[in-house]
């Protein structure tokens, strides 16, 4: 019989991040469940580490390699999974042994569709860690506010990819606020579920933190492209762009954080250089796919 659960972890580069997850997901209190660990192409011991771990029931290993994306390995795990409830974890993140026994339950036992988890963002002393801990996922106003969760905490059915399709691999970015934007364009009810928390390291570089936000800026110019319909993105050029942060705004937002004065002050340089980073990725997306257009000539 199919198990009622899986959990699909998609993974490139991360040998130990994946080694982190799956050892957490197989040391669970369900037994109705599987794990799908979705290889992204990987080029180090990645691979190694997923076979080693997969026995082609509790844990198995498949390969998407044609198309370098998230979002496309998440497909390939959800075409490949078994399970009626579906949920999505990063290969670097752990879950507590009753995650999947609580997803499992919160999804049949008061029929969810579409539920985001709560994420706790893991990260040591540092003063970039520190910010990203503060800023962290606020997966409840993202669920209320802009109607997505993340995929690094997100659970759903079946029914709902059955319905709506599945995650656009078209995106290196985003694709999770525009999948879950579609789940509640179709009437699906999008929850929070505080009770349910998954582990996140933190980035705690700023060069990480600032990569990610240029890979954000990217995602958000090929939202503007295949999703412009639908989604009100910016110009790349618009002079909101470069900007620097709202101080009040941004104070408002980390009001429950603790920082002195100096600290405060790094907090709101590293988030303007987010920004900024976002903006350069937004640019840099823009001009590659100009570069990448035929010649109407």
């Not at 290993?61 to 409830?85: F, K, L, M, P, T």
Request: charge should be negative; aromatic fraction near 8%.
């Amino acid at each position: 019989m199919s198990p009622a659960t899986s959990v699909v972890v998609p993974v490139y580069n991360d040998p130990e991040g994946l080694e982190q997850t799956l050892a957490s997901l197989t040391d669970q209190t369900a037994a109705d469940y599987e794990v799908v660990v979705v290889d992204n192409g990987s080029t180090d011991r990645t691979p190694a580490v997923a076979r080693e771990f997969a026995d082609g029931e509790r844990v198995r290993h498949v390969v998407e390699d044609e198309i370098q994306s998230s979002y496309a390995a998440r497909n390939a795990g959800i075409e490949a999974a078994n399970g009626d409830v579906i949920g999505f974890l990063d290969a670097d993140m752990w879950v507590d042994p009753d995650y999947v026994e609580s997803i499992t339950r919160l999804m049949t036992d008061r029929d969810r569709d579409y539920v985001g988890c709560r994420v706790e963002l893991v990260a040591g002393d540092g003063a970039v860690a520190r910010y990203r801990r503060a800023t962290g996922f606020d997966v409840e106003t993202y669920l209320r506010e802009k109607r997505f969760a993340p995929t690094c905490c997100l659970v759903t059915r079946r029914r709902v990819f059955d319905a709506v399709g599945r995650f656009d691999s078209r995106l290196r970015s985003n694709g999770d606020l525009e999948f879950g934007r579609r789940v509640h364009a179709a009437g699906f009810d999008l929850d929070y579920a505080p009770d349910v928390t998954v582990y996140h390291p933190a980035r705690s570089t700023l060069r990480d933190v600032l990569s990610q936000s240029a890979r954000i800026g990217r995602g958000r110019a090929e939202l503007r492209a295949y999703h412009g319909d639908r989604f009100d993105v910016r110009h790349p050029l618009s002079p909101r762009q470069f900007l620097p942060v709202n101080p009040l705004a941004l104070r408002a937002r980390l009001a429950d954080a603790a920082a002195d004065p100096t600290e405060a002050a790094g907090w709101y340089l590293i988030a303007c250089l987010q920004k900024w980073s976002m903006a350069a990725g937004h640019l840099r997306e823009r001009a590659t796919a100009s570069a990448d257009e035929p010649d109407p000539r």
